[in-house]
C-alpha cells in the first residue's frame, strides 16, 4: 500500500486544465521533504517531471506545474495534450530517509 | 550523458536469488547515490532502497530489509540489487536510478533522475 494519497484517475478534454493531489503526512511531506514527480508511459521506466516541488527539468513543457502546502502536493497541467496520456506518480522521503511514492493516477486525454 | 544500463530478464523459482545489476556512466560515481524501485505488473512504484556510491551507506524499505542486499562496485560504476528467498509476489520490474547521496543531502530529501531501463523478474515454479 503506496505510503502517499493520489486520486487514480482523472481525465480532461485536449486544452483543458487538470490536477492531481498527493497526500502525505507529518512523517514525510509534513516534515518538510520536497515532493517531486514523474510521468511513466506504459513500457517505460518513471521520467522527472517536476523536482524540488515546484521545477521542471530541461525538456518538460510549462504546462506541467507543481505546488506543495503542508502535508500535500499537486501537479497541474494546464493545455492539456494527447501526448499527456500517461501515469502520474508523486514521490517523496520520511524521516527515516526512506523513499515514498503515491498510489498513481492515470490521466485520461477525452 | 548520465546513463544506468540494466541487466536482463531473469526467472527464478521460488526460495532462490536473485541479483540485479546497474552500471552507471558519464558522472563521477562517488559523488551520488543509487536507489533501487520496484513495480509488480499493473502495480504503482515501490521503493526498494538506496545505496551511498561513496562509503556503501544503505537505507532498505521495511518490508524488504531481511531479504534485500545493495552493494556496488567503484572501479566499475556498477551498482547491484540482490533479493533473496524470493516469493511469487517479487515478481516485478526492478529500476534503478541516480539520487543524491542523503548521507549529506538528507534536510529535504531528493529525487530519482535518470533511471534504467528496467530489469523484469518473474518468480514461478
Known amino acids: 500500500q503506496a505510503v502517499l494519497t493520489q486520486p487514480p484517475s482523472v481525465s480532461g478534454a485536449p486544452g483543458q486544465r487538470v490536477t492531481i493531489s498527493c497526500a502525505g503526512n507529518s512523517s514525510n511531506i509534513g516534515a518538510g521533504f520536497d515532493v517531486h514527480w514523474y510521468q511513466q508511459l506504459p513500457g517505460t521506466a518513471p521520467k522527472l517531471l517536476i523536482y524540488d516541488n515546484i521545477s521542471r527539468p530541461s525538456g518538460v513543457p510549462g504546462r506541467f506545474s507543481g505546488s506543495k502546502s503542508g502535508t500535500s502536493a499537486s501537479l497541474a497541467i494546464t493545455g492539456l495534450q494527447a501526448e499527456d496520456e500517461a501515469d502520474y506518480y508523486c514521490?517523496?522521503?520520511?524521516?527515516?530517509?526512506?523513499?515514498?511514492f503515491g498510489s498513481g493516477t492515470k490521466v485520461t486525454v477525452l | 550523458q548520465v546513463q544506468l544500463v540494466q541487466s536482463g530478464a531473469e526467472v527464478k523459482k521460488p526460495g532462490t536469488s536473485v541479483k540485479v545489476s546497474c552500471k552507471t556512466s558519464g558522472y563521477t560515481f562517488r559523488s551520488f547515490a543509487i536507489s533501487w524501485v520496484r513495480q509488480a505488473p499493473g502495480q504503482g512504484l515501490e521503493w526498494v532502497g538506496w545505496?551511498?556510491?561513496?562509503?556503501?551507506?544503505?537505507k532498505y524499505a521495511e518490508n524488504l530489509r531481511d531479504r534485500v542486499t545493495l552493494t556496488v562496485d567503484t572501479p566499475t560504476s556498477t551498482a547491484f540489487m540482490e533479493l533473496r528467498s524470493l516469493r511469487s509476489d517479487d515478481s516485478a520490474v526492478y529500476f534503478c536510478s541516480r539520487i543524491e547521496d542523503l548521507t549529506y543531502h538528507y534536510a529535504s530529501g531528493t529525487w530519482f533522475d535518470p533511471w534504467g531501463q528496467g530489469t523484469l523478474v518473474i518468480v514461478s515454479s
Open positions: 514521490q517523496s522521503f520520511d524521516t527515516s530517509l526512506r523513499g515514498v
Open positions: 545505496i551511498s556510491g561513496e562509503n556503501g551507506n544503505t
